[in-house]
């Protein structure tokens, strides 16, 4: 499968939305309940570090940064977001996504990037460990599903090996 990484677009925010909920509906994705408008998700990421996997005029899996805070000293640390189209899992565009984006998050002198993982979502705990990210927690019954049930959520993180950052 030829596929390119690219910039992210709101051209593409249909279907990145459209991924979105299939992560939101595995219900080990995310805690979210629905995909926010576009500009709901333009204001609270990144916009250098923002990418997607294209096939011509298809969208297989897109990845994003967002600020963990506003305060100048951690300018250079983001929560990573990525979700890959269920047509499209277990096909590596998640780690050409994620091997991308840490190309880039360095570019931009990012020096950590770190995700609160549902316990349950195996495939992403290994993906991330797959691209160097190591495991520093958890936090117990984090989050509460619409069916009732609590999560647990692994912490993990990345630290920057170019020196400088």
Not at 8 to 36: H, L, R
Not at 39 to 59: F, M, P, Q, Y
Not at 101 to 111: F, P
Request: charged share 25%; with cysteine.
């Amino acid at each position: 499968m030829e596929y390119v990484i690219t910039e992210m677009k709101e051209t593409d925010w249909s279907q990145v939305s459209d991924i979105y909920t299939e992560g939101i509906n595995t219900k080990i994705a995310t805690f979210q309940s629905e995909a926010p408008s576009w500009e709901d998700w333009n204001n609270g990421h990144s916009k250098t570090c923002r990418l997607v996997a294209r096939l011509e005029n298809e969208i297989l899996g897109w990845a994003a940064l967002s600020p963990v805070s506003s305060r100048c000293v951690y300018a250079g640390v983001a929560e990573l977001s990525i979700y890959i189209s269920d047509k499209y899992r277990g096909q590596k565009v998640g780690t050409a996504l994620l091997e991308e984006l840490i190309r880039l998050s360095e570019k931009n002198g990012y020096w950590t990037l770190q995700s609160g993982i549902i316990k349950e979502n195996i495939a992403s705990l290994n993906l991330h460990k797959k691209c160097g990210f190591r495991e520093i927690g958890y936090r117990e019954r984090l989050g509460k599903m619409d069916n009732g049930k609590w999560y647990d959520v692994v912490l993990v993180e990345r630290r920057s090996k170019i020196e400088g950052l």
